[in-house]
């Protein structure tokens, strides 16, 4: 099979299309797993009890299994009990209650690192919980694992190809779709592995550039 360019731009806004929904997942699944992880961080660094304890299998139980067997799940089982939803809105749910057990130990990390002196610091300044979190640790910490938390980004965008496989319309699914209709899988495919790249490297130049600048102004 040769590669034939009429054939390869006809089917280049489909795919583009099926890039969009990638990225529109992408973005919502980090929000969720950026969000979802800081609560779990902040519980297990507290030692809630009984809280810290749930929310420390939750984080071995959702790292220890594989995020297909979780899409699989979520599209197949959940139903069963009355809970329906879109493969998009699965795929984003998923995606990033998988990335938030990973985050939430990138934050517990970060707000490890915040130096004693911090902590004794507000407490000598008497100041309530909520602003010693949002005014000294959190900004702090999370200075320091932005970097972490963008490479968990890119590589959430390459997982969501997984979701295909519960026929969420992104990327991949598109690019298999026109695949078999057509009977040509050369273009297709090699398109997509152009698509992920384009996006993916230039965000993982962008990182390590950012990486570079906190750690000339820390």
């Not at 590669?3 to 699944?29: C, H, K, R, Y």
């Not at 590589?155 to 969501?160: I, R, T, V």
């Not at 273009?187 to 997509?192: K, Q």
């Amino acid at each position: 099979m040769t590669w034939d360019n009429e054939f390869a731009l006809s089917i280049l806004p489909d795919l583009l299309g099926g890039l969009w929904v990638t990225i529109q997942a992408t973005m919502a699944a980090i929000v969720i797993a950026l969000a979802l992880g800081l609560v779990v961080a902040v519980i297990r660094y507290l030692r809630i009890p009984v809280l810290s304890a749930v929310f420390g299998f939750y984080v071995q139980f959702v790292r220890g299994t594989p995020l297909l067997v979780q899409a699989f799940a979520a599209f197949y089982i959940l139903p069963d009990y009355g809970i329906v939803l879109s493969p998009l809105i699965t795929g984003i749910i998923v995606l990033g209650v998988n990335y938030s057990s990973y985050t939430a130990e990138v934050y517990r990390s970060g707000i490890e690192d915040v130096g004693k002196g911090q902590w004794e610091a507000a407490t000598a300044l008497s100041l309530p919980v909520r602003p010693t979190w949002t005014r000294i640790v959190l900004p702090q910490a999370v200075r320091s694992i932005v970097p972490m938390l963008g490479n968990y980004w890119i590589q959430m965008f390459k997982d969501s190809a997984i979701l295909s496989l519960i026929t969420m319309n992104e990327l991949l699914n598109v690019a298999q779709t026109i695949g078999s209709s057509e009977f040509r899988y050369l273009e297709p495919l090699t398109i997509v592995g152009i698509l992920f790249l384009a996006v993916s490297y230039p965000a993982a130049v962008l990182i390590r550039r950012l990486e570079r600048r906190l750690a000339i102004t820390s």
